[in-house]
DNA sequence: CGCCGAGTTGAACTGAATCAAGAAACGTGG
DNA sequence: CCACGTTTCTTGATTCAGTTCAACTCGGCG
């Protein structure tokens, strides 16, 4: 089971305590479009991705619809200050795919936090390798070309441009849509 | 004490295990110009900084001296993959003022992490802080000028332009010293 | 059919990089 | 306390990657 998997990828759960986690964590499917975390509302649920492909976003002052990240399969999808500071999210957060996910809510979370020192340390590793990913991103957009940027995410979400519309992948890159048409008719 | 201080604005600590918190950081100084962590050899210690400034840094491809973070009074300073998964650094980091620090082994931290559930939360709600911290950065990186990014940045790190030298400023922005010095002539 | 959103292509423009030369400030030794 | 070399900062001229604006192509679908 992918959850299952994912989770001892980062740390050895006893069984009966994976049982209790794996019971928690509800499974939902969404259909493409389908919005789950709104601007302005606080982002209820932590989800983790079966199958399928979501994005979190915002509208900037200019009007311009901005893609802040990507969720694929495997991947743990939450807006991480709104989900566990429960304020208003700065993000919205919809699928761009008929996706299956299993959902966690704040509270049955910090239940198990609460419970299981093992599992507050799964969150702990998990919040470190998050942080990991984004300091890379950070400094692939700090200093790599467009192009550079571009291989960079492809070896991240390898499929990501047959299953995202050009816009979202370009506004992820920091670029415009047409630079990225022009980046990839030259490849 | 500022260490005491700083635990308290994350989470709430109950006496007794503060004080051996307390006792496994030690205090130390460092001058002007210390590394305290090479390229390629692990991060040893987790510090907190009571006063001074430091920074993190690598030398790129082209032999640039990039700035990766700035850390000050009251900040946790460490290299976070190197410290947290035990293996080689990618970046330096040296101080850029004499400072006063405490500084907390792998080692012992994890003991704390094992003993007390309440630690390793505490572990926990930091990496989450600093995620957000990280994330607010490749949000300016990304979609801010040059000047924008100045400007936030001296909300962080309200007197850095008095503390560290431009160059090192200017590699964090990820502009030239040049165009910084532009920047700053025109404010 | 004809429209509509998604992607492409072209031309002009611009913010920031690069290259190059000086000016200031800084610390160390005589 | 001054002189000298080194590091830090500024300024100018040129170049370039990527933006902007605008027109055009293509495939899908009512």
């Not at 979501?54 to 619809?65: F, T």
């Not at 893609?67 to 919205?92: C, H, L, R």
């Not at 959902?103 to 942080?131: P, T, V, W």
């Not at 070896?155 to 506004?171: C, E, Q, T, V, W």
Request: include cysteine; charge should be neutral.
């Amino acid at each position: 089971m992918p959850l299952e998997n994912f989770i001892n990828t980062i740390i050895q759960i006893p069984e009966n305590i994976l049982l209790e986690v794996k019971e928690k964590f509800v499974k939902k499917e969404f259909s493409k479009g389908d919005k789950i975390v709104e601007q302005g509302k606080v982002c209820k649920y932590l989800y983790f991705i079966e199958k399928g492909l979501s994005r979190s976003y915002y509208i900037n002052e200019k009007g311009k619809d901005i893609t802040v990240w990507f969720f694929a399969e495997n991947d743990i999808m939450t807006g991480v200050e709104s989900f566990f500071q429960q304020k208003p999210s700065m993000y919205e957060m919809e699928f761009l795919e008929d996706s299956i996910v299993y959902q966690i809510s704040y509270d049955d979370l910090n239940e198990l936090f609460d419970k299981y020192h093992i599992i507050e340390r799964f969150g702990r590793l998990l919040a470190i390798q998050l942080l990991t990913e984004v300091a890379d991103k950070l400094n692939a957009m700090q200093f790599q070309s467009a192009k550079e940027r571009y291989l960079f995410m492809i070896k991240k979400f390898p499929n990501i441009s047959y299953r995202a519309p050009l816009g979202h992948i370009a506004s992820y890159l920091g670029i415009t849509q047409e630079t990225l048409s022009r980046i990839r008719s030259r490849i």
